[in-house]
Every structure is written in C-alpha cells, then in structure tokens.
C-alpha cells in the first residue's frame, strides 16, 4: 500500500520569505499523480498544485512550485513571497492511475505566517 | 473554487439523533467521497461513489451509510448520533475521465453530537 510522509507538523515563516514543504511517499508504481491541497481554519480544502509522475517538469501555479523528485520519491511544495492568506493547513496527496484508485492524503503541515 | 456544497456547515445535536448531511455538487463528476477528519487534521475515507447506485466503504470503518441515487447528491446518514461522531465531515468528487481524477472538496460539516 502506497504511503504519504509529511514529516513536519508545524512551520513558520516570515511574510515575504521562501517556505519549503516536505513530502516524501513510498510506492512501487511508475505512473501516478501527487497533489499538494490547502486547508485554511475553518475553510474549504482546495488544490494547491498537482503533478504527473511522467512529466519530468516540476510543476509551478503563481507563487508556489513543487520539487519533484521521482528517484527520491519526494514532492516538496516551495512557497515564494509568502503572504499572511498562506496560513493554513497543507496537505501531500498520492494518487495511482486508474479509475478504482483513491487519495492517500499525508497527515498535514500547519504552516504560519508571521509579519 | 469548486462547484460543491455541503449543508449544514455546523449541526449541534443530541445522542440517539437521526442526521443526514448534505453534498451536492454541479459539475457532473462521477466520483464523489465522504471524508472524517478528525481533530488532529488527518482525513479519513469512510465512503466513496463510482457513480449513480454505487456506493462502497472507504478505508475507515464508519457507522454512516450513503447512497447515491442522483449523479449530483451524495448524502450521508447517521441513523443514531453518538458522541464519539463528532469529527468534521467533508465532501468531495472527482471526474474519473480526467487524467488526473483530481477531487474537488465541499466547505465541510462540523458535528458536534452531546
């Protein structure tokens, strides 16, 4: 079963500084899909970022951007210029291929932002 | 944001109460979920939908049913609340067709049984 570890439960970082979030995800499968969602308090869940696992171009939306690391099994979510609205609960999600396959969501990163 | 809705967004109720929550969503996606996430934040499926009269178990064992008799709606049902159902709730769906399948998440039920 694949498994998503996020190894840090809290971080914070400066408004207007660079914040990098770690992701690591164990799986024996060479096609599948990662995602990076946004919860923030008391707010809707929404997508941050997704990658395919057969592009080899790290994918980028705005200020945030991943570091996917195929070999490494790694997916980390970089945050540029970092804005109080950034403050939320992030989430690594692991998807394979196929109609049956589900989420495997890691257990979360709280991310502060601080003036 | 996603087209996906969710009623009630806080529902206070009373042990042996009957509950049903809501999600509706208006993209037409086939997939459509039932999340518990529970206080330290980790997310939990506890039911899932292929499409209209499929429905089956996620990965954590839940007293709730749902049923899936509209593309659109996706209720779910506790047929006698107990305390140790207070968790958030959330809703999502997902278009299987895409290549990503991405899932769309609804704003969430917080319950709070007493």
């Known amino acids: 079963a694949q498994t998503v570890t996020q190894s840090q439960p809290e971080m914070s970082v400066q408004e207007a500084e660079t914040v990098t979030l770690s992701c690591t995800y164990d799986t024996s499968e060479s096609d599948y899909y990662l995602f990076w969602y946004k919860q923030p308090p008391s707010r809707q869940m929404i997508l941050v970022i997704r990658q395919e696992a057969y592009k080899q171009q790290n994918a980028t939306e705005n200020r945030f951007s991943v570091n996917f690391q195929k070999a490494a099994k790694s997916f980390s979510l970089k945050i540029s210029d970092s804005q109080l609205g950034d403050a939320a609960m992030y989430f690594c999600a692991y998807r394979s291929p196929g109609t049956a396959s589900k989420l495997t969501f890691g257990t979360g990163t709280r991310l502060q932002v601080t003036l | 944001e996603a087209d996906i809705y969710q009623t009630p967004r806080y529902l206070v109720i009373g042990t042996g109460k009957k509950i049903t929550l809501e999600c509706s969503q208006t993209?037409?996606?086939?997939?459509m979920y039932w999340y518990q996430q529970d206080p330290g934040m980790e997310l939990h499926l506890i039911h899932y939908?292929?499409?209209?009269?499929?429905?089956e178990k996620g990965d954590l064992s839940s007293e709730s049913t749902v049923s899936r008799i509209r593309t659109e709606h996706f209720p779910l049902t506790l047929e006698s609340a107990r305390p140790s159902h207070t968790s958030q709730y959330l809703c999502?769906?997902?278009?299987?067709?895409?290549?990503?399948?991405?899932?769309?998440f609804g704003p969430g039920t917080r319950l709070t049984v007493l």
């Open positions: 999502a769906s997902s278009e299987w067709r895409s290549s990503t399948d991405t899932q769309y």
């Open positions: 993209m037409g996606h086939d997939k």
């Open positions: 939908s292929y499409g209209v009269n499929s429905t």
